[in-house]
């Protein structure tokens, strides 16, 4: 009897022991705290059962505190990285023939990126379906801009001008009026483009908005798109009101600001949805034992498009019934 009793102990110990070795470690690291992509990233991870500890890491937009996270990360030998934005995401991976001492960037863990505007423009990756490192892989979520740009012309058919008011400190925010510019040809619009001064610190100020915004107006532009910018995205308030102020409508990649403030329509996939897909790709690392470099950047493909209608009354700009349609409505 005591021999079966010792044999189940030890049999005990042993599915412990195994279930604690299977137990994974995720460091999280984002720019602007937790939110619906980090929290749909551990959601997705929970509910498919894989047994996760996460560690957050907020770097509160401040890329000095970056090279601590990764240190942390490496003492704790956490089992993958997911970072959130372009700036977290250079500061740990560095990018494609990033000169200088190869330990001061991530080659070595797995890492996993979201919320990156353009991750070949920034040099992160070769293309979205081969990255060219060995540990890195991640999500591209951003909208096609030929569709954002055909999305204005169904709400003004003399669209002409775009106006576009951008952070020169941003990755994100350059790399998107560039792509702007180039488009601009091809899909037969003008840009018209404002950078924000930026302050003794290097950073734009809320204060500015308004003057850029003016002479965005002055040039002629007839559509503001808000382009790829957590600064923006945070002023979201003050740029749309006082877009609206000059008759101009606002297209948005936020989804919060057509609810919240005053954009008039945003054609954006769910951050939630997006930090579901990083899992899928985290998930298969961890569990499948697949190197991040053999998986390809997972593109998003569904997209929900948003109205503000009181806005749309403000401006006496009402989407045609097609749009309606396809489109959520908010008041």
């Known amino acids: ?19 604690q070795a299977a137990r994974y470690e995720v460091m999280i690291v984002t720019w602007r705290g937790c939110e619906e992509a980090c929290e749909g990233f551990q959601a997705q991870l929970r509910e498919r059962g894989v047994d996760v500890e996460f560690v957050l890491r907020d770097a509160a937009q401040d890329r000095g505190r970056l090279p601590a996270f990764l240190a942390e990360a490496r003492a704790r030998q956490v089992d993958l990285i997911l970072s959130w934005g372009t700036s977290v995401t250079q500061g740990l991976a560095g990018t494609l023939g990033e000169p200088g001492d190869p330990d001061d960037f991530n080659h070595d ?24 490192r060995r540990n ?11 569709v954002n740009i055909e999305t204005i012309r169904a ?12 952070n020169g400190n941003e990755p994100n925010s350059v790399l998107k009026r560039a792509e702007l510019a180039a488009l601009a ?6 840009l018209v483009a404002q950078a924000l001064p930026l302050a003794a610190d290097g950073e734009p100020r809320e204060a500015d908005i308004a003057p850029a915004i003016a002479a965005l107006k002055a040039d002629g532009a007839d559509f503001l798109y808000l382009g790829s910018s957590s600064f923006l995205q945070r002023a979201g308030r003050t740029v749309t009101a006082t877009a609206v102020q000059h008759g101009l409508a606002v297209l ?15 054609v954006a996939p769910r951050y939630r949805d997006v930090g579901r ?6 998930e298969r690392i961890l569990t499948e034992g697949r190197q991040g470099g053999d998986l ?29 349609q396809v489109a959520e409505t908010v008041n």
């Open 1 to 19: 009897m005591w021999m079966r009793r010792l044999a189940m102990a030890v049999a005990l110990m042993l599915a412990a022991s195994a279930a």
């Open 252 to 266: 948005s990649p936020y989804e919060q600001l057509v609810r919240e403030a005053s954009a008039l329509i945003s």
């Open 109 to 132: 863990i797995p890492q996993v990126f979201m919320i990156v505007a353009d991750p070949v423009g920034a040099g992160l990756v070769e293309s979205l379906e081969r990255t060219g």
């Open 296 to 324: 390809p950047v997972l593109q998003m493909r569904d997209f929900a498009v948003v109205i503000n209608m009181q806005v749309a009354r403000t401006l006496r700009l009402f989407p045609p019934l097609p749009l309606l």
């Open 155 to 166: 709400l003004r058919p003399d669209f002409r001008r775009l106006g576009l008011i951008y």
């Open 277 to 282: 897909l990083a899992g899928v790709q985290a």
């Open 136 to 146: 890195l892989t991640g999500t591209y979520n951003r909208v096609p801009e030929e």
């Open 185 to 190: 040809t091809r899909l037969d619009f003008e």
